[in-house]
Nanobody, 120 residues
């Protein structure tokens, strides 16, 4: 069973920076896609940034030029560097990973979530 462990959330002032990390364990495969989603109170969960196994990166428009997703040095890890944080970035951030299976379909996994709060 794949498990995702997230770290790096917290409280930061507007304009500050945080770095989130996610490590996946339990799969014999490398991920197909791995990244971050977020959910603010009263809002739908939205994609923040993802990276595929071949390096294709996707960002939601609101974080482009501020956030950077990267693959970690350790297999099946990703990092999210968040700069110039704004109050509207406040949310619970969830790591997501999609791994291939022998069935020919991807299995979808979620972390437990880490709180990011941007406040003076």
């Amino acid at each position: 069973q794949v498990q995702l462990v997230e770290s790096g959330g917290g409280l930061v002032q507007p304009g500050g920076s945080l770095r989130l990390s996610c490590a996946a364990s339990g799969s014999i495969f490398s991920f197909n896609t791995m990244g971050w989603y977020r959910q603010a109170p009263g809002k739908e969960r939205e994609l923040v940034a993802t990276v595929t196994g071949i390096g294709t990166i996707t960002y939601v428009d609101s974080v482009k030029d501020r956030f950077t997703i990267s693959r970690g040095y350790t297999r099946n890890t990703v990092n999210l560097q968040m700069n110039s944080l704004k109050s509207e970035d406040t949310a619970v951030y969830y790591c997501n990973a999609k791994f291939p299976t022998t069935r020919g379909l991807d299995d979808d996994y979620w972390g437990q979530g880490t709180q990011v709060t941007v406040s003076p």
